[in-house]
C-alpha cells in the first residue's frame, strides 16, 4: 500500500527557531513536494524535487529551504520560524511524468508563537 | 499563467441529494486535470482525474468530465452520503510539468 509519512502532525515553536518537518515515502516515487495549506487559497507549492539533491522552487519558497539526501526522504526547513509560517504543511511524491498522481501524507500543523 | 477556479463553499446538503461541485480553468497548454478529497484530519487523496479532453473519470460514485471548450471540470455524484463530507480539491498540471496547480477548495457537508 502507497504510503507518505509526515513526522509530526502537530508542532509548537517559537519564533526565530529553526525548524524540521520530515516526509518520508516507500514507493522508490522521483519526485517528492511541499505544499503548505490555508483556508481560503488551497494548496500552494514551497519547493518539490524531482531527484536526490536536485530542488526547484515552487510559488513560495521565501522563508523556507529544503532538503533531499536520499530518494525516500524530503526535509522542510524554516530557518527563523516567523508566526506567518502557521499554517498545515503537506508532503507528497509522486513518479515522474506528466499525469502522473501525487500521494500526500497527512499533513503536519504547525504553530509559531 | 495556469490557474484553477472552484465553487465557492461551504456546500451543504442532505443525504441523497444530487451534487455539483464546479471547476473551471485556464492552462497553457494540455492540461491534466484532477480532483483530490481530504477527509477531517487527513492528507489529500485522488478521487478522479482525465488526462484528455472528452475523458470522464470516476471513483465511488463520483463523475467528472474533462470539457475543452469550456475549460470545465465539474464534480458530480448522484446520491450524496454523510460520508461524503470533506473537502475538495480540483487541480492540474501541464503537460511537461509535474507541479500541480490546485483551486481554493470547496467545503462539503452532507447532513442525514
Known amino acids: 500500500d502507497v504510503k507518505v509519512t509526515q513526522s509530526s502532525r502537530y508542532l509548537v515553536k517559537r519564533t526565530g527557531e529553526k525548524v524540521f518537518l520530515e516526509c518520508v515515502q516507500d514507493?522508490?516515487?522521483?519526485?517528492m513536494f511541499w505544499y503548505r495549506q490555508d483556508p481560503g487559497l488551497g494548496l500552494r507549492l514551497i519547493y518539490f524535487?524531482?531527484?536526490?539533491?536536485?530542488?526547484e522552487k515552487g510559488d513560495i519558497p521565501e522563508g523556507y529551504s529544503v532538503s533531499r539526501e536520499k530518494k525516500e526522504r524530503f526535509s522542510l526547513i524554516l530557518e527563523s520560524a516567523s508566526t506567518n509560517q502557521t499554517s498545515m504543511y503537506l508532503c507528497?511524491?509522486?513518479?515522474?511524468?506528466?499525469?502522473?498522481?501525487?500521494?500526500f501524507g497527512p499533513g503536519t500543523r504547525l504553530l509559531v508563537l | 499563467g495556469n490557474s484553477v477556479t472552484q465553487m465557492e463553499g461551504p456546500v451543504t446538503l442532505s443525504e441523497e441529494a444530487f451534487l455539483t461541485i464546479n471547476c473551471t480553468y485556464t492552462?497553457?497548454?494540455?492540461?491534466?486535470l484532477f480532483w483530490y478529497v481530504q477527509y477531517p484530519g487527513e492528507g489529500l487523496q485522488l478521487l478522479l482525474k482525465a488526462t484528455k479532453a472528452d475523458d470522464k473519470g470516476s471513483n465511488k460514485g463520483f463523475e467528472a468530465t474533462y470539457r475543452k471548450e469550456t475549460t470545465s471540470f465539474h464534480l458530480e455524484k448522484g446520491s450524496v452520503q454523510v460520508s461524503d463530507s470533506a473537502v475538495y480539491f480540483c487541480a492540474l498540471t501541464i503537460q511537461g510539468a509535474q507541479k500541480l496547480v490546485f483551486g481554493q477548495g470547496t467545503r462539503l457537508t452532507i447532513n442525514p
Open positions: 507528497a511524491s509522486s513518479f515522474s511524468g506528466a499525469g502522473e498522481t501525487q500521494y
Open positions: 492552462a497553457t497548454g494540455y492540461p491534466s
Open positions: 524535487s524531482y531527484d536526490v539533491k536536485m530542488k
Open positions: 514507493m522508490d516515487h522521483e519526485n
